[in-house]
């Protein structure tokens, strides 16, 4: 049976753990690290957690550092979760773009995990449009990040399993959007070709992304320190066009973080609007 993690271990992997994503842990997770990475211990032969990082300290190893990065993050994710961001979507943020005659219109899902959140966002647009055809229609880019090259392997795919797609999905969306083959379902060529994935730390400079007027990023911040939770906002703000939207998760506030973005409190729900004077400011 493996020891238990010391306090010195416990202290070793937090600081770890947070240099290289951003998550930090809080006290006594002791059991959370012992039942993530006790698997790759065995596996990788190593006695305990501190010769863990001690072996990450001294060897490069990639291939490790990813799996227990992508075994430390959390990946719960669902269709259409909580409703109402993609309420306001569809409800008021799409028809401003179109009533604005925009030639472009370009979404961030942030921490993507395993596809659910921009494929949603996709099915979202593809029935705006179906209802309310406009030229924007054909101009529409949703960029998926994620930390977790296993979690965008998994989402470039698009094929989900019978549970998966129990998560939230109707079943007038299974049959539009979807296509099965072999017990599983994926995701059809016309909502994908949407979407882009790409591998992206929210500890890293969001310039070489671009530019967008929505971002969500929901259930991320929780992870983060008060003072990462300030940075990463204020390169939100950054990344948004003027006026642009925010969507944060229904746990999550700007309060006490950001003076960038009022509040709105739409009937569907909540966003954040960046401030027509919020100063840009260049992300690190």
């Known amino acids: 049976m493996r020891s238990p993690i010391s306090p010195e271990d416990y202290e070793r992997f937090r600081v770890f753990l947070e240099?290289?994503?951003?998550?930090?842990?809080?006290?006594?997770?002791?059991?959370?690290i012992a039942s993530r990475i006790g698997p790759l211990l065995d596996e990788y032969r190593i006695?305990?957690?501190?010769a863990l990082v001690e072996r990450l300290r001294c060897e490069r190893q990639p291939a490790l550092y990813e799996r227990i990065v992508d075994a430390m993050t959390t990946n719960e994710t669902l269709w259409f979760r909580d409703g109402f961001p993609f309420e306001i979507l569809k409800q008021v943020i799409l028809p401003e773009?179109?009533?604005?005659?925009?030639?472009?219109?370009?979404?961030?899902?942030?921490a993507c995990s395993s596809g659910q959140e921009p494929y949603t966002l996709s099915m979202c647009v593809e029935e705006y449009f179906r209802a309310n055809p406009a030229p924007l229609a054909s101009n529409v880019q949703i960029i998926a990040t994620d930390?977790?090259?296993s979690m965008l392997e998994q989402a470039r795919a698009g094929v989900y399993d019978a549970a998966a797609m129990a998560r939230g999905l109707s079943e007038e969306r299974k049959r539009q959007f979807f296509q099965e083959r072999f017990g599983r379902w994926e995701v059809r060529d016309g909502i994908k070709r949407r979407v882009s994935f790409r591998e992206h730390n929210l500890m890293q400079s969001f310039e070489p992304?671009?530019?967008?007027?929505?971002?969500?990023c929901r259930n991320v911040l929780i992870y983060f320190s008060a003072d990462l939770k300030r940075d990463i906002l204020a390169r939100l703000a950054a990344a948004l066009h003027p006026g642009g939207y925010l969507f944060l998760g229904a746990a999550e506030a700007i309060t006490g973080y950001s003076d960038a973005f009022e509040m709105l409190r739409l009937p569907q729900g909540i966003v954040y609007r960046l401030k027509p004077a919020a100063r840009a400011v260049r992300s690190g």
């Not at 240099?19 to 959370?32: E, F, H, W």
């Not at 992304?209 to 969500?216: C, E, P, T």
């Open 97 to 110: 773009q179109v009533r604005q005659k925009g030639i472009g219109l370009r979404l961030w899902s942030a």
């Open 209 to 216: 992304l671009g530019k967008f007027q929505v971002i969500f």
């Open 47 to 50: 006695p305990s957690v501190g």
């Open 147 to 149: 930390l977790s090259p």
């Open 19 to 32: 240099d290289a994503c951003g998550i930090t842990l809080g006290d006594n997770k002791q059991y959370l």
